[in-house]
């Protein structure tokens, strides 16, 4: 098969000899391969390579063994620039079959996709799986397609000094695991080459466990600066956390964003890029143009990443956050950067969104995006600028789509920004301006 272009996922697309669509998985566009198919559906099946007969021009040779297996880098054969212009690429597609924009608009709109690091040791945080089978302890990364787990030593995709975490955090587990059962399903991993924080998240069952030996141990694993324990409860697909507790040392990770330093716990979302983060804020505050003497709303405002900087440069801000944990890491950090122009709310955006008029606002919802009713909600405020930041092209432009019938606010620019190398996902930065395109 002749591989034709990437999909919007980890897998590249080709065509059968009857011109049914194949995503087959390890493609890169240009690739001739033979593909042994694992799937049948009606409209489309799904393979893999086995053999590359003419590799493609675009084919690389990815430093990390493990690309074609695990879940972490799907892209890694792929030459960056031709990974860039995907996601832009990805982003103005969205905008044609979802939002139902005219192609040379979406075109104009779409600006070429910023990379803001390295497209390697980029990352600040790995996810490692822990299972027990038999009384064997299995540690590693999740694979691509199935439950397996996949032990490495390393991962190109942390930073240098990152990445060596991986394999002492591993043993040092695999070592405690002996004796009391320690009921983990999930380890993370943060590291910081800024502030030199690394911390070491368990998660599991709140089940006895033996707290003393396993923060001993993993603080003798190497400079790890905190050890949490985060328990949950609930199915996989529905778990909610339980309790927090500190192991050993800070009990928190930090990282720095320009000059601001944030304090993060266990639980709570943080941007793996950096770098990326930085670039976010820097496009967000472009973008807004927040004076002296205007009112902001950060909604889905997480830990403070764009709330702070905001603070710092407006009179107020109403920030609302849906998620515990990272409405205590805001207030945290609010009170550690002397903050006080900050009205933090608990709770759903909807149902907390805030009653008074704003100047400048920014959004920033999880991948399954806004709901109607905080687009019409926004559509109702007198502000100049909303920024839309998302990190899902196609509820972008379902979103985009709902604001124009709205007809309060235009997509007036989007800037993708690339801050997962390797991988198809892409962050974008919409500003909406008041009026009718």
């Known amino acids: 098969m002749h591989i034709r272009r990437l999909s919007y996922g980890p897998d590249a697309i080709a065509q059968d000899q009857e011109g049914k669509t194949v995503f087959v998985n390890g493609g890169v566009p240009g690739d001739t391969a033979e593909v042994a198919i694992t799937d049948v559906e009606k ?26 297996v695990c879940g972490g880098c799907p892209w890694g054969h ?92 591993t043993g040092a587990l695999s070592y405690a695991s002996h004796g009391d059962p320690l009921n983990l399903y999930r380890i993370g991993i943060r590291t910081s080459e800024r502030t030199h924080s690394v911390e070491v998240a368990l998660w599991g069952s709140p089940s006895s466990f033996p707290r ?67 670039t976010l804020i820097q496009t967000v505050l472009h973008y807004l143009k927040p004076r002296p ?48 122009n900050v009205d933090p709310q608990g709770g759903d955006t909807g149902r907390e969104f805030p009653q008074e008029d704003a100047d400048i606002i920014v959004v920033d919802p999880p991948r399954a995006g806004l709901t109607e009713d905080v687009v019409c909600q926004l559509s109702g405020q007198p502000a100049r600028a909303i920024v839309y930041v998302s990190c899902d092209p196609t509820t972008l432009a379902r979103d985009l789509a709902w604001f124009k019938e709205q007809g309060t606010f235009y997509a007036a620019q989007i800037q993708p920004i690339d801050l997962f190398p390797q991988s198809y996902h892409v962050e974008s930065v919409c500003l909406l301006l008041r009026g009718q395109e």
Request: hydrophobic share 40%.
């Open 212 to 278: 003393a030996r396993v923060g001993k141990i993993l603080s003798e694993a190497g400079p790890i600066t905190s050890v949490v324990r985060v328990m949950t409860k609930g199915t996989a697909k529905a778990r909610k956390i339980a309790g927090v507790e500190r192991l050993a040392g800070d009990g928190y990770w930090s990282e720095r964003l320009g000059d601001n330093t944030m304090y993060i716990s266990a639980p709570s979302f943080f941007q793996v890029n950096t770098k990326g983060a930085e």
């Open 293 to 340: 003497n205007d009112v902001a709303m950060d909604l889905y405002c997480g830990v403070g990443t764009f709330t702070i900087p905001l603070a710092q440069k407006v009179s107020y801000v109403y920030a609302v956050e849906a998620y515990g944990p990272a409405v205590r890491d805001l207030r945290r950090n609010l009170k550690l950067h002397h903050v006080d």
């Open 78 to 169: 792929i030459v960056y620039p031709i990974q860039r212009a995907q996601k832009r690429t990805q982003v103005i597609d969205s905008l044609v079959r979802i939002a139902h924009m005219n192609e040379d608009r979406a075109g104009t709109l779409v600006q070429p996709c910023l990379t803001p690091s390295d497209s390697w040791g980029y990352r600040n945080k790995v996810e490692l799986g822990y299972r027990v089978e038999n009384g064997k302890v299995t540690i590693g990364m999740h694979a691509r397609g199935n439950n397996k787990l996949i032990k490495v030593d390393t991962c190109p995709l942390m930073a240098k000094e990152a990445a060596k975490f991986v394999k002492s955090v």
């Open 43 to 68: 409209r489309y099946s799904k393979g893999h390579i086995v053999n590359i007969v003419q590799p493609s021009a675009a084919r690389v040779e990815a430093p990390c063994p493990f690309v074609d």
